[in-house]
C-alpha cells in the first residue's frame, strides 16, 4: 500500500483498536496511523455470519413468522427485520439492473 499523503510505502504495527481487536498501522515518515482495508460485506453493517443470515431468510420464505425465525435461529427480531431490508433492497437493484420494471399496481 501507499500512503496518500506521503507516498512512502514504509508502515509498521501500531497497536489494536475496537472491540473486535483490528489492527492498527502507522507510515514511518508521515506518522499517520490507518487499518487494513476491510471487503465490503454482503450483509452491510449487520454483524451475524451469512449462514445465519442465510438461514434466517430461508425461514421467512418458508412462510415462518419473524418470532418464529427468532427462536430456530437465535437471531435478534430487530437483526431479523435489518436482514430483510438489506434481501429486499438487493433484489430490487438487481431487478433494475435487469432492465425489469417495478411492478407497482395501478389503480
Same mark, same amino acid.
Given at each position: 500500500?501507499? $500512503?496518500?499523503? $506521503?507516498?512512502? =510505502?514504509? $508502515? ?8 473486535? +481487536?483490528?489492527?492498527?498501522? +502507522?507510515?514511518? &515518515? ?5 487499518? %487494513? @482495508? =476491510?471487503?465490503? &460485506? !454482503? ?5 451475524? &455470519? ?8 430461508? $425461514?421467512?420464505? %418458508?412462510?415462518?413468522?419473524? /418470532? &418464529? ?6 437471531? *435478534? /427480531?430487530?437483526?431479523?427485520? /435489518? ?5 429486499? %433492497?438487493?433484489?430490487?437493484?438487481? /431487478? =433494475?439492473?435487469?432492465?425489469? @420494471?417495478?411492478?407497482? !399496481?395501478? *389503480?
Amino acid at each position: 500500500m501507499t $500512503c496518500l499523503k $506521503c507516498q512512502h =510505502q514504509t $508502515c509498521k504495527r501500531f497497536g489494536y483498536f475496537g472491540k473486535r +481487536r483490528v489492527q492498527r498501522w +502507522r507510515w514511518q &515518515s508521515c506518522k499517520v496511523t490507518f487499518r %487494513e @482495508p =476491510q471487503l465490503a &460485506s !454482503p450483509l452491510g453493517t449487520i454483524g451475524t &455470519s451469512t449462514d445465519a443470515a442465510a438461514r434466517a431468510l430461508q $425461514c421467512l420464505l %418458508e412462510g415462518c413468522s419473524i /418470532r &418464529s425465525t427468532e427462536r430456530l435461529t437465535g437471531l *435478534n /427480531r430487530n437483526t431479523i427485520m /435489518r436482514l430483510l431490508i438489506v434481501a429486499g %433492497e438487493a433484489a430490487k437493484a438487481k /431487478r =433494475q439492473l435487469q432492465g425489469v @420494471p417495478n411492478a407497482a !399496481p395501478q *389503480n
